[in-house]
């Protein structure tokens, strides 16, 4: 035996490996920098400004004074309007997400079962055209079909239903819920598409009517899409702003419109900028609520 | 016979497209019953209309003297094993196999007995509590196994049920499958495209193409005594070698050779002759061969199966044939280029029609 058996033995560096998974890290960081920094500025520093102002004093004429810090702002978040606002705001985005639900859900799961991809796809895309005008425009032109002589309001006076829409709640109910669907039918009709439709076919063998088996087993494999939706609509439906200022009137006040008047007639921004914080709060609380009972149950 | 499933004139259409093309066929009580085919043959499609997961266009179906041809699957005494499973990935194992007994208010102690055995019966014992994504491939096939069974259906439908396992799996599962059968004497209408599968576990097979029934019958009888060309090469491996009838129970092949061939074709019809490649035997050609069919050629290719060796021969006509020689030191080795006789029983050789 000679020396032409050497080989090298030790090739693997430790120290090599821990350089690699710096680098990794590294490169991580650094591809999600541009979407970290965005969220910073535009939303975390915008966020801190709004925490700090709820705890700021006001000027006779009512300009904020960032001295004299005091709880006043959050003491007045007890009266009994803010309670009356809150509970309308909350009925409202209750009311709307249901009724996008029981909308949303038959057409998603029509859409859903389509045999056609060409035709499926035909379909999302009404479902997604109104997205391609402007939030506003179309609220305005609700405007018009809910106006005096509009379209809506002439087919609810032939049958008798309503003689004024334009200016009241049903109004921005309406405004709501047409603005909202489209945000409950996608998360459905994605969670109904990637149905295995084969276990309710083993479901009706098993005895379940079509009925039973849409409830034993289509319903609860949708699920997340039905909580997708849900919170899609009803977060935005709680603040919502844009719909109750155009198509609401003066005793259909909502969160939103509250807040702003906050900050614009009522010159009031420590109040505006606790209520708000208050409702992320929350919000924020009630979703990571409603997510972990989830995750528990599916 | 009680016959469990009678299917008379049974077509299905999607469309212009014919799945499932007048096919009559009745199984036996108690039989393993395999329809066999290759895919889109509408072995599935016929099974589907059996559970009442389609509705034949026309046609009866009849379980036990029961008319089901238009009954919903929650209407049928029957039970089906998924191709995927198709197991409630929502469920427990428990719940899974629980699910057709609590779907027919069976009561609560029953009820958890009968899983409980069902459960034992395929050897899950322990996993009750676990999700299906939580067990292998054989494990969510044999829950499958218990959630049909558990409800004692008079007929077991299965589509493909081993069709994802891995080879070693499948194996073992199919004489499980075949104890379980025997174990609880129902019914079982099996669908497959793997002939071996086919062979090994059924009392009877049903060989499709294209939406029709070509044959019914034992293993055997589609193996040795095929009915038509089709199911000859879709079953095992077989040589075909054009020729006529030139007298009682002879085929001539090309202008060569005349040999002997169970027919009883008339004289003068085309006929296919069949030949599997294990019944021929290979010769030095100067040995004589007494009350066998004689043929003349010369070794073309030889491939070494390990078990076997495969022998491509040219015969004096120009046809070629594969001949299958077991791999024993007692049988001589041919080489390409060696001229050969090759000999086979007059039984061996099928002449088709079809």
């Known amino acids: 035996m000679t020396t032409t058996d050497e080989r090298p033995t030790r090739v693997a560096d430790p120290e090599f490996e821990r350089k690699a998974e710096r680098a990794e890290a590294l490169r991580g960081f650094l591809q999600a920098l541009p979407s970290y920094a965005y969220l910073v500025f535009f939303f975390a520093i915008p966020l801190v400004i709004v925490f700090v102002f709820s705890f700021a004093s006001r000027s006779r004429t009512g300009r904020p004074v960032l001295s004299d810090w005091n709880l006043d702002s959050y003491a007045k978040l007890f009266q009994p309007i803010v309670a009356e606002i809150v509970a309308r705001s909350l009925w409202l985005a209750l009311l709307n997400t249901v009724l996008c639900l029981a909308i949303g859900y038959p057409f998603a799961y029509w859409l859903a079962t389509r045999r056609s991809a060409r035709y499926r796809a035909v379909l999302l895309v009404l479902v997604l055209i109104p997205f391609w005008s402007n939030f506003l425009v179309r609220t305005y032109a609700w405007r018009v079909l809910l106006g005096e002589n509009g379209f809506v309001t002439e087919i609810g006076r032939a049958l008798g239903l309503w003689d004024k829409l334009l200016f009241t709640q049903p109004a921005v109910f309406i405004g709501l819920l047409y603005g909202y669907l489209p945000f409950m039918v996608l998360p459905l009709y994605a969670a109904l598409e990637r149905m295995d439709w084969s276990l309710v076919e083993a479901a009706r063998d098993l005895y379940a009517s079509g009925w039973v088996a849409f409830r034993k087993v289509t319903l609860p494999l949708s699920k997340p899409g039905v909580i997708a939706g849900s919170i899609l609509v009803f977060i935005p439906s709680l603040g919502a702003y844009v719909t109750p200022d155009i198509l609401g009137g003066a005793k259909t006040t909502l969160l939103g419109n509250y807040i702003v008047r906050q900050f614009t007639a009522a010159r009031n921004w420590p109040f505006g900028a606790a209520l708000s914080f208050v409702v992320l709060v929350v919000m924020l609380i009630a979703t990571i609520i409603y997510f972990r009972t989830d995750a528990r149950t599916i | ?354």
């Open chain 2, 1 to 354: 016979m009680t016959v469990a499933v009678g299917l008379h004139a049974v077509t299905k259409r999607f469309g212009d497209v014919v799945a499932v093309d007048a096919v009559d066929l009745e199984i036996a009580d108690g039989e393993f019953f395999s329809l066999l085919g290759p895919s889109g043959c509408g072995k599935t499609t016929t099974l589907r209309m059996i559970a009442g997961l389609e509705f034949p266009t026309e046609g009866s179906i009849r379980i036990f003297d029961e008319e089901v041809a238009l009954a919903p699957p929650n209407k049928r005494p029957v039970n089906t094993v998924f191709q995927s499973y198709a197991l409630f990935p929502h469920m427990t194992v428990a719940e899974n196999v629980g699910f057709g007994l609590a779907m027919r208010k069976v009561p609560d102690a029953e009820l958890r007995r009968r899983v409980g055995e069902a459960i034992e019966l395929v050897r899950l014992g322990g996993m009750e509590n676990r999700r299906p994504t939580q067990l292998s491939g054989g494990q969510q096939q044999r829950v499958a196994l218990a959630r049909a069974l558990v409800n004692r259906p008079k007929v077991l439908l299965l589509d493909e049920p081993l069709g994802a396992l891995d080879l070693k799996l499948r194996q073992a599962m199919q004489v499980e499958l075949k104890d379980i059968q025997r174990e609880v004497g129902i019914t079982f209408v099996y669908v497959t495209h793997d002939q071996e599968e086919a062979l090994t576990m059924s009392d009877r097979i049903g060989v499709m193409d294209a939406g029709r029934l070509l044959q019914v019958g034992t293993a055997e009888d589609i193996y040795e005594r095929p009915a038509n060309r089709f199911v000859a090469d879709f079953i095992g491996e077989t040589n075909f070698l054009d020729g006529v009838i030139v007298a009682e129970g002879h085929v001539e092949i090309g202008a060569a050779h005349t040999v002997r061939a169970r027919t009883g074709a008339p004289v003068g019809t085309a006929v296919t002759l069949m030949l599997r490649p294990e019944k021929i035997q290979l010769h030095h050609p100067d040995e004589v061969v007494d009350g066998r069919n004689r043929l003349e050629g010369t070794v073309r290719h030889r491939l070494y199966f390990g078990d076997s060796l495969y022998y491509e021969i040219e015969l004096k006509s120009g046809d070629t044939i594969d001949v299958r020689v077991e791999n024993v030191p007692s049988l001589p080795r041919w080489d390409p280029g060696q001229r050969v006789a090759v000999s086979f029983h007059h039984d061996a050789a099928d002449a088709l029609t079809e």
